[in-house]
């Protein structure tokens, strides 16, 4: 039977950093720009949104100004066991310990605007929240694992992960969609800016360093102008990482705290921009915006206790979801201004990918089996809903301005998270050693990097 | 408005990236005319952004807005900035706050019960009256004493001129729709109380 995904011919995957729903596009709903999100409502003193710490309350405020925080915020699997604070008597999640876990991981007392229940309003996001308002914005969206970076992103592209936290490691990449999309012929390419974060993964450095992946400078002009016959039929989309080697004038734009989001939102500007230049291929094209986890950030919405155990020798055990993320569905095939409610993660974009390339065959069984849980994710094919494709909008035009707290132009990055950066570092120490063929070519600013370092650190 | 700002330790030290090591204020909670001690010390050239603000989201009605003293400690090197906020809230001789912790199950009451933060008023406020809103009956201990708030007699003044900070806790029997579905029990219990400033 046809369906609307038969008229999808590019599936475009941006994922960008730790953000939470409420934080990011919790203001759809609270300045009544989208009612139909639950998102944030008036009274934020009402107690589903309360946060408790000490005997005080918390609700969420309206975070004054785009600017870079003091400090990332706890988001391992330990600190989201005290952020998703599962009541003793009610047995429910109640949402209630973000600040609890910041003050425990900043050892300090948080102020009345604690920085985890801080909400942009739209003029801070104006990139996202207009693609919010202008297609399909997922409000039940949740990150698959309550947990951090490295196991989320692996769900995300592997469909199950071998790990359950964030630590220096080569990680695995058993059933990854590369692999899959290679094997299933499948045309994909990976629009890198600065270095990937598969570098983390020691088995996927022959397709990181192979013709599938190229700098991010090219995705609009291959947009607009490569042979359909060669252009890709699933294209991800990676910003620059904050915990990445960065070198000259390249500055991050994933979003991930502490950074300033005003860079990611120029990136995600830029990307809608190229992913829609092409008016023909725009007809035929859905771009997925999303977010790896919630970065520590408040959310109030309980996650669905869809279970899972890691694949590893020892394996660990999670008995939910972890808390929900932004997420965006672009696409003229989607409903504009439209919101979507059924229950989505990560590996509901690989259950797409099965639905269109492999018809009638799961992306593996492990994806199967999360998606038959009875609170599962659904494959995100429930949003093709329009049958009235409709031209791209244009995005805001205007500048997007990050400053310092003394008010100058920011040059330099946040100090970055250690783990993340660690293991950024270690690959990319690891990748410049073997010198495989492609490096230089690739990646020539790590070589740079790797030379100022070398001198730094043997200056000190 | 006059506020009194100590302002003691910057130590400096010239080398990598700037780091604040320490900045802290005391009380967080003041009225117009108190006085904060503020402590940092840190690596770089410090600078002190003192502002203040009123947060407007979402007031009800004739409410009035929330007033903050906002301090932000920038230090500087070499084009790198580091920095953190400190908020000191500004109130009125006469306030009020909700004390509220989560619940637990002791048998058939339930039980709420911590530290209330001690820094958060400081030594120049203390209690007033304490009230109920939801006409529950409640068990409330603090500082040694205990007081029984309930519907018919919701508020009580047991705790007057007594610390804000310090051991709460609030017991209460499970109803009987309580009891037969534990979902249906609150997760937390709160009590409103009035706060003074020592000079009232």
Known sequence: MATLLDNIDTIVLVMFENRSFDHFLGHLSYDKLQTQADGLLSPLSQEQYENLYKGTSYKPFRIPKDINLEADLPHEFDAVDTQLAKSDVTGAFTMSGFV???????????????????????????????????????????CPLPSSTQ??????????????????????????????????????????????????????WDHMLGKNF????????DRLHEDSDTAPQVILVEPSYQDAPHIGPDHPNDNHAPLAIGWGEDFLRRTYEAISANKARWEKTLMVVYYDEHGGFFDHVPPPLVTYSTTGNNPHHFASMGPRVPALLISPLVEPGSVCHDVFDHTSVLQLLAEKFTPGQPYSASVQARSQQPSGPKSISVALTNTAPFLPPHAPAGQIAVTSALGDSIAVAPTPSQAMAQSFEMAAQNLLKDEKPGMLEKYPELFQWRDAVAKARGAS | MRYFILLSVAVLCQSCAPTI??????????????SVRVNWNL???????????????????????????????VAKKKQKETRKVMQIKVVPDVSTEEIVFKTELHGDTLVAAGDKNEQDWGPIFHLGAITETTGRLLLVTHAGKTATLSAADPTSIAFQRLPVGGYWAFRSLLTAPERADHRTAPNRLRITATILHKTR
């Open chain 1, 100 to 142: 609890e876990a910041y003050a425990k991981a900043t050892g300090s007392n948080p102020n009345t605007q604690a920085d985890p229940m801080g909400f942009f309003s739209a003029s801070q996001v104006p990139i996202s929240s207009f693609l919010a308002q202008h297609f399909c914005v997922c409000d039940r969206w949740f």
């Open chain 1, 151 to 204: 196991p989320n992103r692996t769900m995300a592209f592997c469909g199950e992960s071998a790990i359950h936290n964030t630590k220096t490691r080569p990680i695995p990449a058993n059933n990854n969609i590369f692999d899959w999309l290679t094997t299933n012929q499948v045309r994909w390419r990976d629009y890198h800016d600065g270095l990937s974060f598969f570098a983390l993964y020691p088995s996927l």
């Open chain 1, 214 to 221: 190229r700098d991010y400078e090219f995705l609009f002009s």
């Open chain 2, 21 to 34: 090591r320490s900045f802290s204020a005391y009380p967080q909670k003041i009225t117009a005319r108190d």
């Open chain 2, 43 to 73: 690596r770089g050239t410090p600078t002190m952004l003192v502002s203040q603000r009123t947060d407007s989201t979402d007031l009800a009605p004739g409410q009035a807005a929330p007033h903050f003293m906002e301090l932000t400690l």
